[in-house]
């Protein structure tokens, strides 16, 4: 994992290709929301769709979700989308993957770490990827899917996925990785779990997202707008008490050996918004 | 005589996949590849906990201890059990 530079899937569904790019410059963007409102400002013309996720993702409990942005009728939105997906972005080595282009024809997209595949939409969506390590969003037209059960406040996502002929997508990943100094990172790791009752949702059986034990009824529609600090981390909302505390944050995020300074996190709230005023 | 972990209540694995990266956690990996513990997620017909023998060489009462719906039980190998 190179922590000094955002590695970016951009997959061209007009000419049914993809290629891997790293972006060195966009570093400070962290992840999430912020990452990829500086990708729609580098991909404008085009039309994207970008799913990212954050530097703890797949690293930390409660950092579990999966940050949707797009243009819904010249309004930047984005949303944010829990169950196993932001794991498996994480571990296909990625940091965001841009869409863009129009499919000629309703399109499977199957993500292998890096690798894309193009199928028409009549294959089995359940055949594709490795069962235990995929996530599959099935773009149902009136809603969005992602593990048969999870889904996006509103369609957005699912609007524009639709406008650019994906009838689904599958990611799979199958990176490992070991953080420099693991034995602090488990340390790290199970304190934060220890402080699972202070999220603002109460414990339940439902279906939970990736790395948290609370299988609480409100992750299945997951997230719109919010704290953009927790939207670039892509962490729940409601473990807010935990991921909106730059010490914290901080802790994480140096143990992973990404060398942000405090002031960099600090910082990044009025880098969003220059970059939100760009491109709006 | 040796402890083995048995997943008895798969009924309530609620997917969080928590006992998979506490495994992986173990031999000082962070992703789902090689995973002893390994989740397959059924909406229709359930959840399925599909165990490697070798899970058992680990530390399991950690896994059991993560599961936040009591998926997990440790018991005692019944060598008896391969006799017939």
Redesign the interface.
């Known amino acids: 994992m190179n922590l000094n530079a955002k590695k970016v899937l951009v997959v061209n569904l007009a000419d049914k290709t993809s290629e891997v790019k790293s972006y060195v410059e966009l570093h400070k963007y962290m992840g999430g929301v912020g990452l990829s409102l500086k990708l729609y400002e580098i991909y404008y013309n085009k039309e994207p769709v970008i799913l990212s996720v954050g530097p703890l993702n797949g690293f930390f409990p409660f950092v579990s979700k999966t940050s949707a942005l797009l243009n819904n009728d010249g309004v930047v939105e984005d949303s944010y989308i829990g169950g196993n997906l932001s794991l498996r972005i994480r571990y296909s080595g990625l940091d965001s993957i841009v869409f863009i282009g129009t499919a000629d024809c309703p399109t499977i997209v199957d993500i292998q770490n890096t690798k894309t595949l193009f199928h028409p939409d009549d294959i089995d969506i359940g055949t594709l990827g490795l069962p235990g390590k995929r996530s599959t969003l099935k773009n149902l037209g009136k809603n969005l899917m992602l593990s048969d059960y999870f889904t996006t406040p509103e369609n957005f996502l699912g609007k524009a996925l639709t406008t650019k002929n994906v009838a689904g997508i599958v990611i799979t990943g199958t990176e490992t990785y070991t953080p420099q100094d693991f034995d602090r990172y488990t340390q790290l790791y199970h304190k934060i779990l220890a402080r699972k009752l202070e999220l603002s949702v109460e414990e339940g059986k439902h279906h939970s997202c990736g790395k948290c034990p609370m299988g609480c009824g409100k992750s299945q529609y997951g997230e719109i707008g919010g704290n953009v600090l927790i939207h670039s981390m892509v962490a729940c909302q409601y473990a807010d008490t935990i991921y909106n505390d730059i010490g914290t944050l901080f802790s994480c995020l140096n143990t992973l050996g990404y060398d942000y300074r405090h002031e960099d996190i600090e910082y990044l709230p009025v880098l969003i918004e220059e970059t939100l005023k760009k491109v709006s | 005589m040796k402890k083995i972990i048995k997943a008895i209540r798969m009924e309530?694995c609620?997917?969080?996949?928590?006992c998979v990266?506490e495994a992986?956690?173990q031999v000082?990996?962070?992703?789902?590849?090689?995973?002893l513990v390994?989740?397959?997620?059924h909406?229709?017909k359930g959840t399925n906990v599909?165990l490697d023998p070798t899970v058992n060489t680990l530390d399991i009462k950690k896994i059991q201890e993560?599961c936040?719906?009591s998926v997990f039980e440790i018991t005692e190998e019944d060598l008896h059990e391969f006799e017939r």
């Open positions: 309530n609620i997917g969080c996949e928590l990266l992986q956690r000082k990996k962070v992703g789902t590849e090689g995973a390994r989740i397959f997620k909406t229709q599909v993560i936040p719906t």
